[in-house]
Nanobody, 117 residues
Framework: QVQLVESGGGLVQAGGSLRLSCAAS????????MGWYRQAPGKQRELVAT???????NYADSVKGRFTISRDNAKNTVYLQMNSLKPEDTAVYYC???????????WGQGTQVTVSS
């Protein structure tokens, strides 16, 4: 079992920045992947960005060049730096942890990001 604690959401004007944090209850080992998904009202949950244990990253086309996912191994924490925010980025953002062993997926409780125009 992996617990995830998210923080950093809030209200920001378009063009502004926010940084989300997600602390995991255990360290990231080979094969693990941490990432962020989001769900806007009335829409399906979608991938935002992931970062694997080997450092490889993956981004949704809609956030490439604006969002950056990074990790602090010492703190078992993954970050999502969000710049040039747009109203369409408004959503609940969820942290995920997928284990390399057994491919179990754990979700955080979600944090609201609201971008005003």
């Amino acid at each position: 079992q992996v617990q995830l604690v998210e923080s950093g959401g809030g209200l920001v004007q378009a063009g502004g920045s926010l940084r989300l944090s997600c602390a995991a209850s255990r360290s990231i080992v080979s094969g693990d992947v941490m990432g962020w998904y989001r769900q806007a009202p009335g829409k399906q949950r979608e991938l935002v960005a992931t970062r694997a244990s080997d450092g490889s990253t993956n981004y949704a086309d809609s956030v490439k060049g604006r969002f950056t996912i990074s990790r602090d191994n010492a703190k078992n924490t993954v970050y999502l730096q969000m710049n040039s925010l747009k109203p369409e980025d408004t959503a609940v953002y969820y942290c995920t942890f997928r284990t390399g062993w057994l491919n179990n997926v754990y979700w955080g409780q979600g944090t609201q990001v609201t971008v005003s125009s």
